[in-house]
């Protein structure tokens, strides 16, 4: 039945393609000449160059719009690139390999008289990769004729955007069809003032010039669990200080658990249901006061940096979005119709600027969808199909419903896991600490949610994705052959538990 049922999803499948492809067709024809005149206005021009504004720039461009592309920092990528995602994965990975190094080559019979941290060299190594890929998106840029101009942007009327580039000058850049798409900034904690030295914001901490001997991380969230897990690698001693009761609040609760006993195994140190009151810098040494989320009685925290990780506000104030009138919520959020449009005719925005996950790739879809509506096609994001990845070792992705959420929606559901200590591959390469868990529907058998902690979860986690995108079902997913040893092979057996019985457990 699940065979048969993916046969008539994929004819289904193609005819939609199909259909699709017609209107794709007609779209793309009536648009051209639509947007055709003798105007020297754009017709897009995005405020905002990170993964939301540049991705929406190019698509618009390859739809045959005339897109220019505003960006403050002078370099493309946005905080992903330049201080966020794509640095931290670069010190994640070599810090990891230091670990592995110092720890785990041994045991592979792979030895030497020592092994050592060359910092600078690390910083070096993250700082060419971000500037590969910056030059590479301009390359980009200018491949498909998208007109990049390089200051901060502010809007002077719904059409116009008035530019004060960062050569001094300034330009005013017209489009009858405006996308904001400037993303977040760190979101700041009342009376604790970031330095980017000893009290640092995760740009700061992608830059210490030397390893902190004590490191303090206001916040267990994504951001501070990985920089944490970096510091900790190359040696210091990481306290990780929450206020609520739960490290990543966001994550299902049987997986957070392991993920805990993980990180904590790593040497990682948990004070949760603790509140920061202030940070005191006067000395050598930074001292947080700290008390019980309940009240009680305050305690004092040593440290050398202190990284504060409380997440991430929208970067909204002083675009002129009040003077032309655009609505925003109390956050700061824009708000948006499901077509990404304001209540400001011409005026849309995208990303971490509008509600829904703050995650680079959520606003990279934004932008694909927004410039095809703009183009007078169809575009789609589904928010609830959006995985999230924390890169830490083991890694932990999820796609969907938490077992928590599916109960409060006295859904019937079943429950299928495997642990990798099961799976061959991960046995092999002696990494087997993790797990897949997979909800289903108890009637439909329909996956409502996939959560992994595993070496490679946030690689493993898209096969999940694409099968909730097509409302699989769990046996589909355990009836198609996986190559083997591979730690694939773990999310199919979990798939079985689902529906029937794994082979391996």
């Not at 995602?85 to 810090?95: D, E």
């Not at 990845?389 to 992705?397: G, N």
């Not at 077992?403 to 896991?417: M, S």
Request: aromatic share 6%; glycine share 10%; with cysteine.
């Amino acid at each position: 039945m699940a065979m048969a049922s993916i046969a008539r999803r994929k004819a289904s499948h193609f005819l939609n393609c199909t259909s699709g492809a017609l209107r794709y067709s007609y779209s793309l024809t009536s648009s051209s000449r639509s947007f055709a005149s003798g105007s020297d206005d754009n017709d897009v021009v995005v405020i905002g160059g990170g993964p939301g504004g540049y991705v929406a720039a190019i698509k618009a461009a390859q739809l045959g719009l005339k897109t220019t592309c505003i960006e403050k920092r002078g370099a493309l990528g946005g905080t992903c690139l330049n201080v966020g995602c794509i640095p931290s994965k670069a010190l994640l990975h070599s810090s990891h390999m230091y670990h592995e190094a110092k720890h785990s080559f041994a045991s592979h019979g792979v030895k030497f008289p020592s092994v050592e941290v060359d910092l600078p060299a690390m910083m070096a190594q993250k700082d060419k990769a971000v500037s590969g890929l910056t030059k590479g998106i301009e390359g980009l840029f200018k491949k498909n004729k998208v007109t990049y101009v390089k200051g901060y942007g502010k809007f002077i009327s719904p059409s116009e955007v008035s530019v004060d580039t960062i050569d001094g000058g300034n330009t005013v850049v017209k489009g009858k069809n405006i996308i904001v798409a400037t993303g977040s900034d760190v979101k700041s904690l009342p009376g604790i003032t970031i330095d980017e030295k000893r009290i640092v914001s995760s740009t700061g901490a992608l830059a210490l010039s030397e390893i902190p001997k004590k490191l303090v991380v206001i916040g267990a969230g994504y951001i501070g669990l990985e920089m944490g897990s970096v510091w900790g690698r190359l040696g210091s001693e990481v306290t990780v200080v929450e206020f609520a009761p739960d490290i990543v609040p966001s994550m299902d609760g049987e997986i957070r658990k392991q993920f805990q006993r993980a990180l904590e195994k790593q040497k990682m140190k948990f004070m949760l249901k603790t509140k920061v009151l202030g940070v005191d810098t006067s000395g050598d040494i930074v001292k947080l006061t700290l008390e019980p989320a309940a009240g009680g009685a305050q305690t004092t925290l040593e440290a050398d940096v202190v990284l504060v990780s409380a997440g991430r506000t929208p970067f909204t104030a002083e675009l002129g979005l009040e003077k032309i009138g655009v609505e925003t919520d109390k956050a700061g959020r824009i708000l948006v119709n499901d077509r990404f449009s304001t209540n400001v005719p011409g005026v849309y925005a995208i990303g971490d600027v509008i509600p829904g996950p703050m995650l680079a790739h959520k606003a990279e879809e934004d932008g694909v969808a927004c410039v095809e509506f703009i183009a007078g096609k169809v575009g789609h994001v589904d928010y609830d199909k959006v995985p999230g990845v924390v890169y830490t070792h083991p890694e932990v992705a999820s796609v969907g419903k938490t077992e928590e959420q599916v109960k409060a929606l006295g859904v019937d559901y079943r429950v299928g896991k495997f642990p990798f200590l099961a799976n061959s591959r991960a046995k092999a390469i002696d990494d087997a600490e993790g797990i897949v868990k997979i909800l289903a529907d108890k009637e439909t058998d329909k996956i409502l949610g996939v959560h992994i902690m595993a070496p490679n979860a946030g690689e493993l986690i898209h096969e999940a994705v694409l099968a909730l995108a097509y409302d699989a079902a769990s046996e589909d997913i355990a009836r198609v052959c996986h190559a083997h040893p591979t730690m694939s092979e773990a999310l199919k057996e979990a798939a079985m538990a689902t529906y029937d019985k794994p082979i391996h457990i």
